[in-house]
């Protein structure tokens, strides 16, 4: 199986400010098609989760343009800019390469 | 708009089963598969595995292979999962979440399994 480890596991941002989440995967997430099969989720505390960018780098719709995932293969970043209130919860990364599909552990981003 | 309504939550003893249903509207139901995403309590996120809404076949994550059965009531554009002889670790939020990206998501469906 294909393992995501996400770091840090918490992050503590002052609003206004910027956070990154950096996703690891153990193979190449780059598909014979040429896409890069990673994507990123936020759940918010009590909620399912929602959509945030798909194959690596693209915008899911109505996502505010503050998000923004870049990467490599196998290293990626998610860079939240001028994080705001509702940015708090939990960040999972995932891929769509193979079965199984495997999420990150998760990063917990928090307001100080 | 789009969406996936769930059924609610469930109570459950040990070696029951139980049916879940995700219920889709807003678009057409065959032009989308359907993942089922299970979530322990306080733990990140498990794809179970999906169901082809236009053919029916099920494909199961290895972990969910036995006492797992994807569903369909197409003409009902539902989707269902039913877990028989419950264990305390099914104990869990399952989600069902739509197409390759899951870029909708059901509100979950919290299963209780306890004596």
């Known amino acids: 199986d294909i393992v995501l480890t996400q770091a840090p596991l918490s992050v503590s941002v002052t609003p206004g400010e910027s956070a990154s989440i950096s996703c690891r995967s153990s193979k190449s997430l780059l598909s014979s098609k040429g896409i890069t099969s990673l994507y990123w989720y936020l759940q918010r505390p009590g909620k399912s989760p929602q959509l945030l960018i798909y194959q690596m780098s693209n915008l899911a719709s109505g996502v505010p343009d503050r998000f923004s995932s870049s990467g490599s293969e196998t290293d990626f970043t998610l860079k939240i800019s001028k994080v705001e209130t509702e940015d708090v919860g939990v960040y999972y990364c995932g891929h769509r390469l193979e079965y199984p599909y495997t999420f990150g552990a998760g990063t917990k981003l928090e307001l100080k | 708009q789009i969406q996936l309504v769930q059924s609610g939550p469930e109570l459950k003893k040990p070696g029951e089963s139980v049916k879940i249903s995700c219920k889709a509207s807003?678009?057409?139901?065959?032009?989308?598969?359907m993942h089922w995403v299970k979530q322990a309590p306080g733990k990140g996120l498990k794809w179970m595995g999906w169901i082809n809404t236009y053919t029916g076949k099920p494909t199961y994550a290895d972990d969910f292979k036995g006492r797992f059965v994807f569903s369909l009531e197409a003409s009902a554009s539902t989707a269902n999962l039913q877990i028989s002889n419950l264990k305390n670790e099914d104990t869990a939020t399952y989600f069902c979440a739509r197409g390759l990206k899951f870029g909708y998501w059901g509100q979950g469906v919290m299963v209780t399994v306890s004596s």
């Open positions: 807003g678009y057409t139901f065959t032009d989308y598969a």
